[in-house]
Structure formats: structure tokens, C-alpha cells
């Protein structure tokens, strides 16, 4: 059974930061597209960025670009995003998600797709207060 275990949230403030971490069960980690989303009160759950398995690309949502960081530890089965600057919109349900497929079409823009992924963590709370 595939487990993704999401820890780091937690109450900011304004202009603040929040490190988010994923751990994974995967025995071949390495090998896996990585993604986080979000889902705040009343809304959809959205893309906030991915990294690729392969060469490490980066993706964001125009909404965090420049202010959120993702990295990936393959030897330690880890995904991390990194926050800063947050804002009063930021604060969500983080979750973390694994694509196991690694089809060319998640350099094009399937990232971004929920149904790209096939394993998704629990999820954990940031929140900034103003």
C-alpha cells in the first residue's frame, strides 16, 4: 500500500513562512512525479506546483510562482514546498500526490491535473493569520 504522509503545517502570519514536507512509502520514490495542491474552505482543490522525476523540473501556479519552492530528496523518499511571502489566500489544506505513469504529457501541462496523480496524502493545514 502506497502511503504519502504529509507534516509542516501550521499557523503563520502574514508575510511569513511554512515549509511543508511529504514522505512516501514508495519503494521507488525516485522514479515518481511529485505534486502538491491545496484546498481552501468552500473551494476546489487547485495545482500549486510539481517537480518531475526526471532532470527535477519545476512547475507552479501562477498564484505562488516566485514564492513557493518545491524540492525533492530521492534518497530520503521526501518532497518538500517551501513557503514564503504568505498571504491571507494561501492559507489551505495542503496535499501531497504521486503520478506513478510518467507520461510525456505531464511536461505539457498535466502537472497541473488532479487525475494525473494516482496517490494522494491526507493533507495538512496551513493558515495565516494577518
Known amino acids: 500500500q502506497v502511503q504519502l504522509v504529509e507534516s509542516g503545517g501550521g499557523s503563520v502570519q502574514a508575510g511569513g513562512s511554512l515549509s511543508l514536507s511529504c514522505a512516501g512509502s514508495?519503494?521507488?520514490?525516485?522514479?515518481?512525479?511529485m505534486g502538491w495542491f491545496r484546498q481552501a474552505p468552500g473551494k476546489e482543490r487547485e495545482f500549486v506546483a510539481a517537480?518531475?522525476?526526471?532532470?527535477?523540473?519545476?512547475y507552479y501556479a501562477d498564484s505562488v510562482k516566485g514564492r513557493f519552492t518545491i524540492s525533492r530528496d530521492n534518497a530520503k523518499n521526501t518532497v518538500t514546498l517551501e513557503m514564503n511571502s504568505l498571504k491571507p489566500e494561501d492559507p489551505a489544506v495542503y496535499f501531497c500526490?504521486?503520478?506513478?505513469?510518467?507520461?510525456?504529457?505531464?511536461?505539457?501541462?498535466?502537472?497541473?491535473?488532479?487525475?494525473?496523480?494516482?496517490?494522494w496524502g491526507q493533507g495538512t493545514q496551513g493558515t495565516v493569520s494577518s
Open positions: 514508495l519503494r521507488t520514490f525516485s522514479t515518481y512525479n
Open positions: 517537480i518531475a522525476w526526471s532532470l527535477g523540473r519545476t
Open positions: 500526490a504521486a503520478d506513478q505513469d510518467r507520461r510525456v504529457a505531464f511536461y505539457s501541462g498535466r502537472y497541473s491535473k488532479e487525475s494525473e496523480y494516482d496517490f
